[in-house]
């Protein structure tokens, strides 16, 4: 992918893995526009960053973060205090939106563990049944959520997490595999570094890898 990327849009910027990507998106050199639903709240300021008052179930607020963007990344999580999931419907909704102002990268972060294949590993397993038992409809709602990208024409990628963890990057290396989860944490500012990073390459576009600290030997 040889675009050059000057204005991406994110959501869920205010969150765990949020506020460090943004952070590190202006930092390298990107021009940010975020959609929060509490600006006020939000202590960031930078002269690249425009904060934008709203909510990503309104279509009419994702209209207006998107213009001028050549990318959207999201770490979008379901609000805390609300129990159904919303994830699905987000993604619906920015499809056409997408579409219309003619973006086609889009990087998004997921706890589903599930694959399209047999799951051989044994720590994959494990994960993805106890997120299937403790969290059976919210791992509903993101295989919807991915099917619809799956559908798209969109140049997507679909991040799997571990547990993330405070604080920075660690000496260890990102590892990425698509067939199953490389080691149980990764830190917020290495996850930041992957996503930016996705967006300039097409190693897993249209493909939902698995990212982790790799672990000592």
Known sequence: ???????????????KAGQPLVQQALQTGYNVRLLLRH?????????????????????????????????????????KGEPAPML????????????????KRYIAVTSLYQTAHEQHDAGTKQAAAYMQQHYPLFM?????????????????????????LEGPALISNVEARLECLLGPTITVAD?????????????????????ANRQPA
């Open 39 to 79: 600006p006020a709240d939000f202590q960031l300021q930078h002269k690249q960053l425009t904060i934008i008052s709203g909510d990503a179930r309104d279509p009419a607020a994702l209209t207006t973060l998107l213009q001028g963007c050549q990318a959207l990344v999201s770490t979008l999580g379901n609000p």
């Open 1 to 15: 992918m040889s675009t050059i990327f000057s204005t991406i849009a994110i959501l869920g910027g205010a969150g």
């Open 191 to 211: 996850l930041a570094q992957f996503l930016l990073t996705q967006l300039h390459s097409p190693e897993y576009v249209k493909q939902a890898p698995f990212v």
């Open 140 to 164: 509903a709602d993101r295989e919807r959520e991915l099917q619809l990208l799956s559908d798209s024409d969109l140049a997507w990628t679909y991040v799997r997490l571990p547990y993330l």
């Open 88 to 103: 699905s419907a987000v993604t619906a909704q920015l499809l056409p939106i997408l579409q219309a102002q003619h973006i």
